[in-house]
Each structure stands twice: as structure tokens, then as C-alpha cells.
């Protein structure tokens, strides 16, 4: 069973290990760059949480999940399928967005998507097994995997901000794109998932600094 990264303790492991096998990750440790756990619940709430997030402000998926919520007691698959598409369309959700969470609820509740068990499945595996949903693409995957099961090994490589982050970290030209990115990130395993908070971490950091919203 995989490690999760629920506690600070695992999170500090995995810094250490980053550090020896990477020169600039001990880099940016030494400069005071200090990621957080901040995990969401797993499970289809945390997934349906994600999914409504995407391409939104933190405002309005803040207020789509509380009107959701509402209606969705308990967060579960079964409870989501009884629901309505009116239902769904007044709290908020887009067409594409109801598609998506019915076709994982479906997904969850038939077997075909073991929510409750992708820690015991690598990072590549757990992200196969979301991104075969329609309507789950794999940066949805990584952050599910990363943010709500504590995945340690989970890489969103399409992330803009994470990109932007190698860049300026690994002095690169022009921002990595996921192939690159992900190339790049072989020398993280099994940590890539605590990789990705560093350069978070740092991205908010250089864009503070810059005065910029993050």
C-alpha cells in the first residue's frame, strides 16, 4: 500500500528524499519554499468538488458546491443520479459538467471506477483507471489523486502554474509542456506528488513577491 500524504511528518520524508536526488529541490528548500498538505475529501465529494471547480474562480465554485450541496445529502453517487439535470442546472452546474459526474457516479456505483481503492494502485494506474471517464482529463486525475487521496507519487504535468514553476526554478528558456514536464519528473519518483506542492509553493512565492494575485 502506498504512503499517502496525510500527515506533515510523510510530507517532510518526502522533502528530504526530493532534496538528495535533486539539487534544486534542496535549493528551493534551503530558500524557506514550504509546501502545504491542504487535502480535500476523497471519494466521489472530492472528485465532484474538482470537477466543478474547472475553469471557474474559487468564488463561484465556492458558491455552486454550497448550492449543491444543498440538495446533495449525502455526496454520494446514488445521490447525485436521483438528482435532476433542472435540479443540477440551478445550482450551477454546466451541461458538461452534469455529464461528467453522472458518468462517474455511474462509474463508482457499476465498479468500474474503485474510488475507495486507487491508493493500493500506483500513481500511472490510478490515473489510468479516472482519465478512462469521460469527461475526466488527466490534470482533473492528478489533482484528485494529489489533493484528495494524498497520492505522493501523483504529477500534474499540464498545470500552467507548475510549468511556469520549472521554468523559473530549472533556469529553462521557454515553460515545459506535459511531455517535457514529465520527463523531467522521473527523477522525483516515488516523491512527484511532493514535487509539484514544492513548485506550487514556489510559484506563489515568486508571484507575491512580483504583487501579482495568486
Excluded at 468538488?49 to 449525502?74: F, K, M, Y
Excluded at 450551477?92 to 471506477?113: F, H, N, P, Q
Amino acid at each position: 500500500m502506498t504512503t499517502l500524504l496525510e500527515t506533515d511528518a510523510v510530507l517532510k520524508r518526502g522533502l528530504g528524499e526530493l532534496a538528495m536526488a535533486d539539487p534544486v529541490m534542496a535549493k528551493l528548500a534551503a530558500s524557506g519554499i514550504t509546501p502545504q498538505l491542504r487535502k480535500r475529501p476523497p471519494g466521489f465529494e472530492g472528485l465532484a468538488w474538482i470537477v466543478i471547480g474547472q475553469q471557474v474562480s474559487t468564488a463561484s465554485a465556492t458558491a455552486i458546491w454550497t448550492r449543491l450541496r444543498q440538495i446533495l445529502e449525502p455526496p454520494t453517487p446514488g445521490v447525485f443520479l436521483r438528482l435532476s439535470d433542472e435540479d443540477l442546472r440551478t445550482a450551477g452546474l454546466s451541461a458538461g459538467k452534469v455529464r461528467t459526474l453522472r458518468a462517474v457516479a455511474a462509474e463508482v456505483i457499476d465498479g468500474r471506477l474503485p474510488l475507495d481503492e486507487l491508493h493500493n494502485h500506483s500513481a500511472d494506474e490510478a490515473h489510468d483507471l479516472l482519465t478512462r471517464v469521460k469527461g475526466i482529463g488527466p490534470w482533473t486525475a492528478d489533482v484528485y489523486l494529489l489533493f484528495c487521496l494524498g497520492h505522493p507519487d501523483a504529477f500534474p504535468s499540464g498545470d500552467l502554474a507548475v510549468q511556469e514553476a520549472a521554468r523559473l526554478a530549472y533556469g529553462l528558456e521557454q515553460r515545459p509542456d506535459a511531455k517535457t514536464l514529465t520527463a523531467l519528473a522521473e527523477n522525483w519518483r516515488p516523491w512527484r506528488g511532493v514535487a509539484a506542492k514544492m513548485l506550487w509553493a514556489y510559484y506563489r512565492t515568486i508571484k507575491s513577491r512580483e504583487g501579482a494575485p495568486v
